[in-house]
């Protein structure tokens, strides 16, 4: 596909892209926000399969009561890598690979703002990724202790004690916080300086927004966790104490410097897809945007409450009474903004004139499935309650009905909604409509069970069981492969698209809005040579 | 597209009927203990509100979907935002309910219960001494001078799969922790080595041990039996592998299991 974009280029320019090489240092040297939008897609797309692979082999242990397949060192391996991938090797990547693609789209640039630094943020990922999986693959092969084994939350001082797994673990974070840092950067000075004449900021689609806020949270938090991580590796080879009481360190400081990361993150991860939802669900009510100014608050108001409720994580750590009910009370606070930008999204749909194309039953899905993961965050922010919850499989439950429906049903909506505009062919409807169905049958097969169980009292993070848990266990695992097998016929659907398809118009949805939309499918190499101006 | 759906509706209702008729756990185990009882109250309310927010928002959605389906409204409407006075109430109205929800049924509760959680020194009429291993249980009453630990007895033979499972599997000890019934007791909890956290479910608590540092809570458990949790917190290779197992009986049970304890400390060769 990229390829048939690459003959397209217009050959005029002082451009370094008009004599672009070709083949493999093509994709190495490029400095063009498509070709790296793809690459950060590609890349997020063989993590996502990593890290399922990883997990089906979790849930494939837990299928049922005993130890069948993996020995527990094995499996905590792979509890710890699948969070690791799926955060920072999936989750955040896909989301730079679509504000890399649509972000210069959307605004009316024809680049983003620093290209080099583009190419540079995303050639430090692949290696970041093969430190953090290679010690697993050594351990397979009988080499050294595996990889990182202590959960992605790294507790100390089990993260101290660790094999040399949890090295690799700290240099790949760091790597994969200097590429974050650097994609934010670029977001952050794209959105400010290469927007559209008469597109002022809050005439700037909530695509745009939703990034910015993400941007801006990732370079607020990713220099913390860094940090954080280094002291880790002191405490492992150089006789610091940061964690270690015997020193006069204090384990659960590491949890305040992780989870002041940690929960941002979930913002880091969502609010990119409340900014592609908005477009997906205009489009295909043929409406405008409902309560955009709202909306963007909303949006400022989420990164804002993120960076101060992170201590909710840990409730069961102890706290003051004082601390516990501040960190309780702000928590709430935040289902302010989120019910606004539900009340939106809903109120965005009334009364129009919807139409249910793959991108839109994904946009729905989301509002819906990340719905209930909203509302069972309620009842986690209740200090005195979360106890029961916390560390069980009603946790883990719900941070999949938040996570999982915004970083994947809401990336697949938003890449199912540019796809035509980037390939230049319609998807298979057909085909998309099956893998919605699938994705919904898989998910909540395998999810609703792990509430079940978790309220049951099963914890998080055990590679055995005690028997009254057997019936939902395998009613989970069996969801686990109908999800993960979607995810295949997600990249059969995209890879049939890229190949042929019906040809797409330069609007290839009838209610599409925005002026990624103005121009032809496949949008030009650099899309806008002259910059359109916005009323 | 239709078989698929009705393969979906299929499942739910399976899942519907099997959750309601088998005799599988899916809600907390009876509550024991004040603070048990209080989670199981704000649980059961949470998933009422919850539940009801959840559908009523679906029902509108699906309603949605039908009404102002393309095939049914060629033309959608226009508007962005609320307009008149009236709509603007009636657009604040859910966030006024919402604040309330937060604040107020779930806040209030909620102010109360972490005082109640938190109140580990009025009344303690014992104190426990509870310390992490890896992998195993420390227990120790340190007013009357007692100390043992508590490991797993479930053979390797029923993890491996080579024998049948038993009743208690991973759920079972060679020592467990017992305790008077209906007498305040004060935990304190701490680790030898990484974080650790001790949960029984049907005591409604839990609280990590940290390593150097004492943490606590309570329980006034009102009824005798076994009681069985697990360690949640990862803590390494056998973190599945280090149940809590609490045996709670009536106050002369205990004044003889203690008295055992203390000749069996004492005596020689120990």
Redesign the interface.
């Known amino acids: 596909m990229a390829h048939d974009l690459a003959h397209e280029l217009p050959q005029v320019g002082a451009h370094d892209a008009h004599h672009h090489p070709s083949g493999v240092m093509r994709w190495i040297q490029t400095t063009n926000h498509k070709d790296i939008g793809i690459m950060y897609l590609i890349f997020a797309i063989t993590m996502l399969l990593t890290g399922g692979a990883m997990i089906l082999g979790v849930r494939a242990e837990l299928f049922q009561p005993g130890l069948q397949f993996m020995q527990p060192e094995f499996f905590n391996q792979l509890i710890t890598l699948h969070g690791l991938i799926m955060v920072f090797g999936f989750a955040m990547p896909a989301a730079t690979g679509l504000a890399n693609y649509m972000l210069p789209m959307v605004l009316g640039a024809p680049d983003m703002a620093l290209p080099r630094l583009n190419n540079w943020g995303f050639w430090i990922l692949p290696p970041a990724a093969v430190m953090l999986v290679l010690p697993f693959f050594l351990g397979i092969m009988g080499v050294g202790p595996g990889a990182v084994d202590t959960g992605w939350t790294m507790y100390a001082p089990l993260s101290v004690q660790s094999g040399w797994g949890m090295d690799f673990a700290i240099f790949a974070v760091h790597m994969l916080g200097v590429s974050s840092i650097l994609g934010s950067i670029n977001v952050i000075v794209t959105i400010l300086n290469m927007r559209a004449p008469g597109m002022t900021l809050m005439k700037m689609p909530l695509f745009a927004h939703g990034f910015l806020m993400t941007a801006i949270l990732l370079i607020t938090i990713m220099p913390v966790f860094a940090g954080g991580v280094t002291m880790v590796l002191m405490d492992r080879h150089f006789g610091t104490h940061f964690f270690t009481a015997a020193g006069g360190g204090d384990p659960v400081l590491w949890q305040h410097i992780f989870w002041f990361m940690g929960h941002p993150e979930v913002y880091v991860l969502l609010l990119p897809i409340c900014g592609v939802v908005p477009h997906v669900l205009t489009a295909f009510s043929r409406k405008t945007v409902y309560g955009y100014k709202a909306q963007v608050y909303a949006m400022w108001g989420i990164a804002v409450l993120a960076v101060m409720v992170w201590a909710h994580h840990m409730f069961t750590s102890g706290m003051s009474t004082g601390a516990q009910m501040y960190f309780m009370y702000s928590t709430m606070l935040i289902s302010l903004p989120l019910a606004v930008l539900f009340f939106c999204w809903i109120a965005t749909l009334w009364r129009g004139s919807l139409s249910f194309e793959t991108p839109m039953l994904f946009a729905v899905g989301f509002i819906i499935l990340f719905g209930w993961g909203g509302l069972t965050g309620l009842v986690l922010a209740d200090a005195a309650a979360d106890p029961q919850y916390h560390n069980g499989y009603f946790l883990v439950a719900h941070f999949h009905y938040a996570l999982y429906p915004t970083t994947v049903m809401g990336a697949m909506a938003g890449i199912y909604y540019w796809l035509p505009k980037w390939t230049g062919h319609m998807l298979d409807e057909r085909l998309g409509k099956i893998h919605f169905w699938i994705v919904m049958l898989g998910f909540n097969l395998t999810f609703i069970p792990q509430f079940l169980v978790g309220l049951g009292g099963m914890p998080r993070r055990i590679p055995d069981y005690p028997l009254m848990f057997a019936e939902w266990n395998m009613l989970s695992s069996i969801g686990a492969f109908i999800l993960g097998s979607s995810h295949l016929l997600f990249i059969y659907i995209v890879v049939k698209c890229v190949r042929g398809g019906k040809k797409a118009e330069a609007r290839s949805w009838e209610g599409a809005q925005g002026l990624e939309w103005t121009v032809p499918s496949p949008a030009p190499y650099h899309t806008f040579e002259v910059q359109p101006t916005v009323e | ?1 239709r078989g ?2 009705k ?2 509706l299929g ?2 209702a399976a ?1 519907g009927f ?2 309601v008729w ?1 005799a ?6 009876e509550p024991v203990t004040p ?2 009882r ?2 199981l109250h ?2 059961n309310l ?1 998933m009422v509100i ?1 539940l009801t ?2 559908f009523a ?2 029902a ?2 699906l309603y ?2 039908w009404a ?3 095939s049914r ?9 609320p307009s008149s006075r009236k709509q603007w109430l009636w ?1 604040l109205l ?2 006024a309910c ?2 309330i929800l ?2 107020g049924v ?2 209030i509760p ?2 109360h ?6 109140n580990t020194r009025e009344d303690a009429e014992l104190v426990v001494k509870v310390t992490g291993n890896q992998w195993f249980w420390q227990y120790e009453f340190p007013g009357q001078g007692v100390k043992y630990s508590s490991r797993l007895t479930t053979p390797r033979d ?4 080579l024998s049948p ?1 038993g ?5 079972e000890v060679d020592q467990p922790l017992v305790l008077p019934v209906n007498k305040k007791i004060r935990f304190i909890t701490t680790s030898n ?3 650790h ?1 001790w ?1 029984v ?1 049907a005591f ?5 041990a ?4 004492l ?2 809570f309570w329980a006034t458990v009102e009824k005798t039996g076994t009681y ?14 280090m149940p809590v197992v609490v045996n709670v009986v009536s106050q002369e049970e205990f004044d003889t299991w203690l008295a055992g304890m203390k000749t069996a400390a004492t005596a020689p060769g120990n």
């Not at chain 2, 219960?113 to 938190?118: G, I, L, R």
């Open positions: 597209m698929v759906k393969l979906v499942v739910f899942l099997s959750s088998a599988y756990t899916y809600s907390f185990p603070i048990a209080e989670t704000v649980h949470f919850a927010l959840f928002v679906l509108l959605m949605s979907f102002h389906h393309k409204r060629a033309n959608a409407a226009t508007f962005t935002g657009t859910p966030f919402l604040l937060d604040y779930f806040g909620a102010f219960a972490v005082k109640m959680y938190e029923q993890i491996d799969n499972k009743e208690h599997y991973l759920l080595d990484v974080i956290s949960w479910p409604g608590v839990k609280r990590d940290v390593p150097g540092f943490r606590e069985r949790g697990q360690c949640s917190e990862l803590c390494g290779k056998e973190h599945g592998f």
